[in-house]
């Protein structure tokens, strides 16, 4: 499920780099007014962040949101866990996929989607640190492919 035509808040790039992803999910994300106010102005990290499940629920751990600038004493720390919001059947079929070994959740995506907060969240598996070099290797080559392409096509 990817959204279209929806401008990220944060990405989060090492994502890609580090796991391979699997299947992508939709969350909605339990925030603070505060909260909001500083994603609005893209004030957000998901660099180290991972999705965890406590007590049946699922929370997004490790995302940085900066405090507001405008906040008074009640600013939000932005480091908390923040609960995400998911139907009961996605999170039983996450809670399946994440018991398998090596598989975890990570999220990729912070976007607004009709004014609310949305996170994308992928079941991945981690890559070996040779898959990330073939990884590498492949995508040089596409970059050199498309180069050749493009020379072809002035010249002609």
Known sequence: M?????????????????????ETFEAGIALTGTEVKSLRRGRANLRDSYAMFDGGELYLIGTHISPYEQGNINNHDPLRRRKLLLHAKELKKLQGKTKDVGYKLVPTKLYFKDGLVKVE????????????REAIAKRDAQRDVERAL???QRGE
């Open 2 to 22: 990817k959204p279209l035509g929806l401008k990220p808040i944060a990405q989060n790039r090492k994502a890609f780099h580090d796991y391979s992803i699997e």
């Open 121 to 132: 969240i992928a079941v991945a598996r981690g890559k070996r640190l040779y898959d990330k």
């Open 150 to 152: 493009r020379q072809r």
